[in-house]
């Protein structure tokens, strides 16, 4: 069978694209350890207010773990309970969230912490707060009349 020259420079090309890609894929995944979240977690939305750790919503010191922090948030139609909170510089913080109504997001604007909020399910990142200063979390999915309202803010001091 005849191949144009083309025909193969282009096939090879494309063969080693996918080789490429899949390597890229296959490194990040399984050598730097990026995995989509699992969704593991879940909560029944309708109890969120009894139900630990979102009982007591805030910032809470922990030991023995990878990160200095736990920032229990709770999500719901126009707000984030806390309204605002207080890390100190440097520390390593477990932000974790839910929703107690409909789908929320929750973007830490300025950093990489950017998560959708969906009842039943407890939405987890890690992040480290290096820089002081004020960061405003924002409702970055439409929730409804108050959507543009709901903020709330983080402030990193020394
Ligand atoms: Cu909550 Cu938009």
Do not use: R
């Given at each position: 069978?005849?191949?144009?020259?083309?025909?193969?420079?282009?096939?090879?090309?494309?063969?080693?694209?996918?080789?490429?890609?899949?390597?890229?894929?296959?490194?990040?995944?399984?050598?730097?350890?990026?995995?989509?979240?699992?969704?593991?977690?879940?909560?029944?939305p309708a109890k969120v207010d009894t139900t630990a750790p979102f009982d007591k919503p805030g910032l809470k010191k922990v030991e023995g773990k990878e990160w200095d922090y736990e920032?229990?948030?709770?999500?719901?139609?126009?707000?984030?309970?806390?309204?605002?909170?207080?890390?100190?510089?440097?520390?390593?913080?477990?932000?974790?969230v839910t929703t107690k109504d409909v789908i929320h997001g929750f973007e830490i604007a300025g950093t990489n912490v950017n998560m959708m909020v969906e009842p039943g399910?407890?939405?987890?990142?890690?992040?480290?707060?290096?820089?002081?200063?004020?960061?405003?979390?924002?409702?970055?999915?439409?929730?409804g009349m108050g959507h543009h309202m709901m903020t709330s803010k983080i402030e990193v001091v020394e």
């Open positions: 069978m005849h191949i144009h020259k083309f025909e193969k420079v282009w096939l090879i090309f494309g063969i080693a694209m996918l080789i490429v890609f899949l390597s890229v894929l296959g490194v990040s995944a399984f050598y730097l350890g990026n995995q989509p979240p699992s969704c593991l977690n879940t909560i029944d920032l229990v948030i709770v999500a719901s139609m126009f707000n984030y309970n806390p309204g605002a909170v207080e890390i100190p510089k440097g520390s390593k913080v477990k932000v974790m399910f407890i939405s987890e990142y890690v992040a480290s707060f290096n820089k002081t200063g004020e960061f405003t979390i924002v409702c970055n999915e439409y929730c």
